[in-house]
Nanobody, 119 residues
């Protein structure tokens, strides 16, 4: 049974920073692409960033490029999202997800962590 648990969300002022972490238990973490996603009230869930199995390739949504950094520690089965220069429009529930073996679809989701950015 694969479980993903996010932490690190909270309330921060615009321009501030937060670091989200996601610990994965079960399975072989290093075999899978990992991603961070977010869902704002009334909106669909969207991709924030994805990271390859060995961490050598990261892709970001245009809206977060230059502000967010995704990273992983395969020894600790952890994927992180460093968020800087936060904006009110970054307010959302943030989820981590583990992709399938082909890196095509997210198979496992965490429960999410709330990030609120005040203006």
């Amino acid at each position: 049974q694969v479980q993903l648990v996010e932490s690190g969300g909270g309330l921060v002022q615009a321009g501030g920073s937060l670091r989200l972490s996601c610990v994965v238990s079960g399975g072989t973490f290093s075999r899978y692409v990992m991603g961070w996603f977010r869902q704002a009230p009334g909106k669909e869930r969207e991709i924030v960033a994805t990271l390859s199995r060995n961490g050598d390739r990261a892709d970001y949504a245009e809206s977060v490029k230059g502000r967010f950094t995704i990273s992983r520690d395969n020894a600790k089965s952890t994927v992180s999202l460093q968020m800087s220069n936060l904006k009110p429009e970054d307010t959302a529930v943030y989820y981590c997800g583990q992709y399938d073996g082909n890196g095509a679809n997210v198979v496992y989701w965490g429960r999410g962590t709330q990030v609120t950015v005040s203006s």
